[in-house]
């Protein structure tokens, strides 16, 4: 706790020195002023705004509204008779029309203020909120009363430098390049080093805008993907972006925290990210974008009971887009690579045991988990506010990981059904889905 002082203490001292006169400051300097994002892999192609309450005197946003729906059709070739998709924290269903996501909110940065809330329901919340095992570290604490909130903060903006903001509440993760929220992806399915980090934070963050191109983070939080604390310890990590113009985006972050019941034994996580659109010329009929993105991870776990390094996490994803007839269709392409021996953030396929899976852990507890997948994903974008999307997904493991014809809950693939002595999850080590979706966001 003293270093996390010796931390905070003097960058609390010297904003609160800062913004003592703030709110007399001329107009504040906006970052990023004139730069069109929404190419960018993980961050919002919009680019109007409809759901806006303005001032009518000052012309400034009061609230902005925001609302969102995300619906797919999975269809995984293996068929599994439970028609649960396992190994993705994007798609939990297959042979299915699904509500993955729906979120209604509204913000506001008004006079200085930020405040924040987004609520949301959806099929994914059972795959990423539901796992959170923080809440059974003592009482007064369930998943169940925070997990319809997608993000909720208050704070406030200081008209200093590019401008400084403090926030408290619950987040979306900086960790990873590629976004809880599919509309923001080139791919629907999310990287599998994506998918293995996490999606949400439950904490405090201090952005600081030191000039018009880069943006620093720094964060104190509960823990990885946790609304509580594991320990009596929280985590801290930063985010650093820079952006010398609009085609180029290059991202720091690292994560540093105990997220175990063990207190002794420390994570650490780091990744890197860049995105560089390398083609412009948006009202061409043809061609008229093209970007790729590089995002690569590296983490471990170590302490009590862990061997050197040997509980580590590394992988890389590699994508190129190319948007055509002034950007109303695009096709991505994908690739990417994770390792994650002793599989401490790999996500379990199933909750029977024994299985393959779990045996092969078992019986060495160093096993390298490695998995590759390849991805094409068709979008068309025929306004601001809508994607259709058609994608299709390879994944390839060393091990028996993914779900075959027999499914993983039970032999007739209902939970209900008893588990007879003998009976393990089927699990296969490739595997081959087509999806269908269709979002929108206003």
């Keep these: 706790m003293n270093k996390i002082l010796v931390l905070f203490v003097p960058l609390l001292i010297s904003v ?14 906006v970052p ?87 609520l949301q329901a959806g099929n994914m919340l059972n795959i990423d909120q539901e796992i ?29 430098l590019y401008g400084i903001n403090m926030e408290a509440g619950i987040f979306m993760s900086y960790i990873g390049l590629e976004s809880y929220l599919t509309q923001e992806n080139w791919c629907y399915q999310r990287a599998t080093t994506c998918d293995f980090t996490p999606f ?17 983070e720094i964060w104190l939080v509960n823990g990885w993907q946790s609304y509580n604390s594991w320990s009596r310890y929280l985590g801290g990590g930063s985010s650093t972006y820079w952006r010398p113009d609009e085609n180029l985006q290059l991202v720091a972050n690292f994560y540093g925290g105990a997220d175990t019941k063990d207190s002794r034994v420390g994570r650490f996580h780091h990744d890197n990210s860049a995105c560089y659109r390398y083609y412009h010329v948006p009202k061409a009929k043809g061609l008229s974008q093209a ?23 590394a992988g890389i994803a590699v994508a190129n887009r190319l948007w055509f007839f002034k950007n109303i269709i695009a096709l991505t392409t994908r690739v990417d690579f994770v390792t994650n021996p002793g599989v401490y953030l790999a996500l379990a396929p199933s909750n029977v045991r024994p299985n393959d899976f779990t045996d092969a852990i078992a019986a060495d507890p160093a096993h390298r988990l490695n998995i590759f997948q390849g991805t094409v994903c068709f ?11 058609l994608e299709y997904d390879y994944r390839q493991a060393n091990v028996p990981y993914f779900a075959g014809h027999g499914g993983t809950t039970s032999p007739d693939g209902y939970t209900t059904t008893p588990i007879p002595a003998g009976w393990r999850p089927d699990l296969i080590r490739n595997e081959s889905r087509l999806i269908l979706a269709v979002n929108f966001r206003i």
């Design 379 to 389: 979008d068309v974008m025929p306004v601001d506010y809508v994607t259709l999307r």
């Design 291 to 313: 970007a790729f993105s590089i995002n690569d991870h590296f983490g471990f776990q170590a302490g009590h009971g862990i061997s050197g390094l040997s509980d580590y996490m």
């Design 16 to 29: 609160a020195v800062a913004a003592q006169d703030s709110t007399a400051q001329a107009e504040a300097r």
């Design 32 to 118: 990023f002023d004139g730069y069109d994002l929404s190419w960018i892999n993980g961050q919002n192609r919009q680019q109007h705004f409809p759901l806006e309450l303005k001032d009518r005197k000052t012309g400034e946003t009061i609230l902005t509204g925001v609302a969102l729906g995300d619906m797919y059709y999975n269809y995984n070739f293996a068929r599994p008779i439970d028609n649960t998709q396992v190994a993705s924290a994007t798609v939990g269903r297959t042979s299915e029309i699904t509500v993955n996501l729906v979120s209604i909110g509204m913000e506001t940065n008004y006079k200085n203020i930020i405040g924040r809330i987004w």
């Design 132 to 160: 959170d095992g923080s809440v059974v570290h003592g009482r007064n604490t369930t998943s169940g009363d925070l997990k319809i909130i997608r993000e909720a903060a208050a704070g406030y903006h200081f008209n200093k």
């Design 200 to 216: 949400y934070f439950s904490g405090a963050r201090m952005q600081i805008y030191p000039s018009k191109k880069v943006k620093t």
